[in-house]
């Protein structure tokens, strides 16, 4: 748990991190790496414009071939490879509607 939380959540994960029918909030998304090689910022477009962003609660439906999920945002399901799920930092949140 998150020191001085009134929450009793579970620390930050990766994405990579949770199971089926978990649900989650995002903290945010790490894309220093991808900056480095120039396409940072047209990950982030695209991070916001599927509504991947710091607050957005999400539900991971299914894990996906070679450690992906498929999360639910919304009324919108999206599979992520497993890449994209290492940069997605959640806060795992069980009452939280996806």
């Known amino acids: ?35 480095a090689r120039g396409a940072g910022s047209d990950l982030a477009l695209r991070y916001r414009e599927l509504g991947l962003r710091a607050g957005a609660a999400i539900e991971v439906t299914h894990v996906a071939a070679f ?11 999206f599979a992520l490879d497993r890449t994209t799920c290492r940069r997605i930092q959640v806060e795992v949140r069980p009452g939280v509607p996806a």
């Open 1 to 35: 748990m998150r020191a001085g939380s009134p929450n009793a959540y579970v620390d930050d994960v990766n994405l990579t991190e949770l199971p089926p029918r978990t649900r989650a909030v995002v903290t945010g998304i790490d894309l220093a790496a991808a900056a």
């Open 67 to 77: 450690g992906g999920r498929v999360i639910a945002l919304g009324a919108d399901r």
